[in-house]
């Protein structure tokens, strides 16, 4: 069967899933230990390192990523090996960029918000070391998507994550206090062991032209741009909530806020996965600009979603203090009304995420782009006034609110351009289910 066919869903989709079922629950176990190993302050100040790492390392996904995916997927085989040395030197040049930005901004910055907390500072320069181990084990896993070879990305990502939590779970068992600015180094070596494991997998696609291709470098830039936008827009948007809590509240904040998103974010796994399988395959199609394509593939792929999820958020909902007790401790029995409206941003992402998918695999980055501005004006005017005056509870808010209003406004447009249907996932769900079941079936008759 081909690749756009059953086998390629059911296998791509399995990898895919997967690889963020791990990574996510991974992250999660991290900070089940982390949780029992440091204190709140020191926890807090973690979380605020790994959120402007996220953004550098997401940032440079956003130049490079979909642009080598698109290119790679719909261009003739001559022009692949070109199209592979223009995007890593973009890959290059933004990673210079990244380290010479690092050692001049982070210090200042650092100095303003958090001058208590210099120690932020030398985690960062060290982290800059770590961006250029990465850049090899990003490269491969973008080729790896383009050739719809999921398995060497899940197995590279895998190495990544998982050295992390077990060094992590190294000093919990011994009970050896750790030191989150040696554990900032560490991400130095993970990243250098997901490069070679991803090479192993990729070395089949490592076809490159001996001369840079000028033209490629300014057509993957000129495409990547407005990804790169989008994702730093993104990624600032998802994160605005706890850095602005960091911020106005307190570092402690940042620990209780943190477990009620954390434990959200395991429910948004099947939509990232489903994202990730989504985009290969509807930018091979993107060429038709099928209406009736992508309006089945929005709405399938969002009740497939939803489908997943909708059980979980209604559990974790009447059960937030057992959830609570159990993954964090009952020290965070704070975060249980956060959790109970948090768990709710999980019903909007689906249509949130599936609308920029679909705009950038049919090569419409640059409205996605504005869309996603957009909602990070919103998400900080609505921060800013409801944390002021409510505290904590006031970013979740403000947030749930970006959430709905930005819904409102996509599903309009989408229902504009595609006749994109917003209710038509939810009356999808019951299909999902019985599809799911007999794949289910068809794989036990099997075994």
């Known amino acids: 069967m081909s690749k756009g066919g059953k086998s390629y869903w059911v296998k791509s989709g399995s990898y895919s899933i997967s690889e963020r079922i791990f990574g996510q629950f991974i992250g999660f176990g991290n900070m089940f230990l982390l949780l029992r190993i440091v204190s ?15 953004v550098i390392e997401v940032s440079r996904t956003g130049l490079i990523q979909n642009g080598l995916i698109r290119f790679l997927t719909t261009s003739s085989e001559e022009e692949k090996p070109k199209i592979n040395t223009a995007s890593l030197f973009n890959a290059l040049a933004l990673t210079l960029i990244v380290i010479i930005l690092i050692f001049t901004i982070v210090e200042p910055i650092t100095a303003y918000f958090y001058p208590q907390y210099p120690e932020l500072v030398l985690m960062f320069f060290y982290y800059s070391l770590t961006t250029i181990a990465l850049l090899p084990y990003l490269q491969f896993n973008y080729i790896l998507q383009a050739n719809l070879d999921f398995k060497g990305s899940f197995w590279s990502s895998l190495t990544h994550k998982g050295m992390l939590f ?99 974010n395991l429910v948004d796994i099947p939509a990232i996965s489903i994202a990730a399988v989504v985009f290969p395959q509807n930018a091979k199609n993107s060429l038709k600009q099928d209406k009736d394509s992508i309006r089945e593939v929005y709405e399938k792929s969002v009740a497939a979603i939803l489908g997943l ?139």
Do not use: C
């Open 40 to 54: 709140k302050e020191q926890f807090g100040l973690w979380i605020q390192f790994l959120i402007l790492a996220t």
């Open 166 to 264: 077990i060094y992590i779970f190294y000093h919990y068992w011994n009970g050896i206090i750790i030191d989150i600015f040696e554990m900032s180094l560490f991400l130095i070596l993970a990243a250098s062991a997901a490069s070679i494991v991803g090479y192993f997998f990729v070395k089949k696609y490592l076809i490159f032209s001996k001369s840079i291709d000028w033209k490629w470098v300014k057509e993957l830039f000129h495409f990547g741009k407005f990804t790169f936008g989008t994702n730093i827009s993104t990624i600032v948007y998802k994160f605005t909530d706890r850095t602005m809590v960091g911020i106005m509240v307190g570092v402690d904040a940042i620990s209780i806020y943190e477990v009620a998103i954390r434990i959200t």
């Open 309 to 447: 999820i909708i059980p979980v958020i209604f559990f974790i909902y009447f059960f937030a203090e057992l959830v609570i007790i159990i993954l964090g401790r009952e020290e965070y029995l704070d975060s249980v009304p956060i959790l109970r409206v948090t768990i709710f941003f999980a019903l909007f992402v689906p249509f949130a995420l599936q609308f920029g998918t679909i705009l950038d695999s049919i090569g419409k980055p640059k409205i996605n782009f504005r869309f996603v501005i957009l909602g990070l004006i919103l998400n900080l005017i609505f921060n800013y006034l409801l944390i002021k005056e409510y505290g904590m509870m006031g970013a979740v808010y403000g947030t749930l609110l970006t959430y709905a209003l930005m819904f409102l406004i996509q599903m309009s447009f989408f229902y504009k351009w595609y006749h994109v249907r917003p209710w038509k996932p939810f009356t999808l769900i019951p299909w999902f289910y019985k599809n799911l079941l007999i794949t289910i079936l068809d794989f036990l008759k099997k075994k």
